[in-house]
């Protein structure tokens, strides 16, 4: 079991940008693809992004594609989520997840969650 917690959530402008962190326990954090989701009110909770244990693979969710930027660093267990061009529809609770198997987007592929970090923006 990987225990994971999130950072780095706030209340931005729209238009601004955020940097998210989650960090894990894992001792083989690399053996795990590592994705963000997130969960408005009243919403289903959505997928966002996800990174191989390398890194060197990506995805991205349509909405957030090309203002979003997944990115990880293996030597401190950790992996990030860059949120540029902030819109009032990107505010929410945002999650980060472990999955012991490939990239994926399927919420149900992920074993492990942390208990999220809000997200706010203020128009």
């Known amino acids: 079991q990987v225990q994971l917690v999130e950072s780095g959530g706030g209340l931005v402008q729209a238009g601004g940008s955020l940097r998210l962190s989650c960090a894990a326990s894992?001792?083989?954090?690399?053996?795990?693809?590592m994705g963000w989701f997130r969960q408005a009110p009243g919403k289903e909770r959505e997928f966002v992004a996800a990174i191989s244990g390398s890194g060197i693979s990506t995805y991205y969710a349509h909405s957030v594609e090309g203002r979003f930027t997944i990115s990880r660093d293996n030597a401190k267990n950790t992996v990030y989520l860059q949120i540029n061009s902030l819109r009032p529809e990107d505010a929410a609770v945002y999650y980060c997840a472990a999955t012991f198997s490939h990239l994926n987007t399927a919420r149900e592929q992920y074993n492990d969650w942390g208990q999220g970090t809000q997200v706010t923006v203020s128009s």
């Open positions: 894992a001792r083989t954090f690399s053996r795990y693809a």
